[in-house]
């Protein structure tokens, strides 16, 4: 195998043949690796310790939703073209608050949208793991575990024999 190589790639027949396949991996010391499955399983992912990071872009977006409905109201009402109503003082907060929340939800929406694109890599129309053998299988009812080259314990021979030895239908390598 060359430098050229994206990594290894196993196939198994069951969700918990991968899961116990990649269970060994990170307990093998394997951290630059991923699952691929026809259906989510909660498992891979404490696993794989995959943490996502889309919560916290919502909420950031949610608060610069929120401070910018009430700032424009605030803007509007006091400090642009002041209005005395009803006796109601120019910032009467209570009166911001639909729109406020209105500005919270749309924000938050649009950051949850692009950020979940973004952190998602899309748009990615190629990725290096399509060039798998049978990898197509994987919509239907494969499970695939690549272990990357970029990982620091990976070694072509031994990451190979390692996969083996979990019991895989086949084990292939996969060009970027």
Known sequence: ?????????????????????????????????????????????????FKPKIQ??????????????????????VISYPLIIGGRPFNSWPAFIIIVFEMTILVAGIVAVFGMLGLSGFPMPYHSVFNAKDFRLVSRDKFFLVIESRDPRFDAQRTRAF??????????????
């Open 1 to 49: 195998m060359s430098e050229s190589v994206y990594g290894l790639i196993a196939k198994f027949d069951s969700p918990e043949a991968v899961v116990e396949a990649t269970r060994s991996a990170r307990e093998a010391g394997y951290r630059r690796m991923e699952a691929y499955t026809p259906f989510p399983i909660e498992e891979l992912a404490e696993i794989l310790e």
């Open 163 to 176: 996969l083996e030895s979990l019991n895989p239908e086949e084990v292939t390598e996969v060009q970027p």
């Open 56 to 77: 916290y872009l919502v909420f950031l977006g949610g608060l610069i939703g929120a401070i910018g409905g009430f700032g424009l109201q605030y803007y509007a009402s």
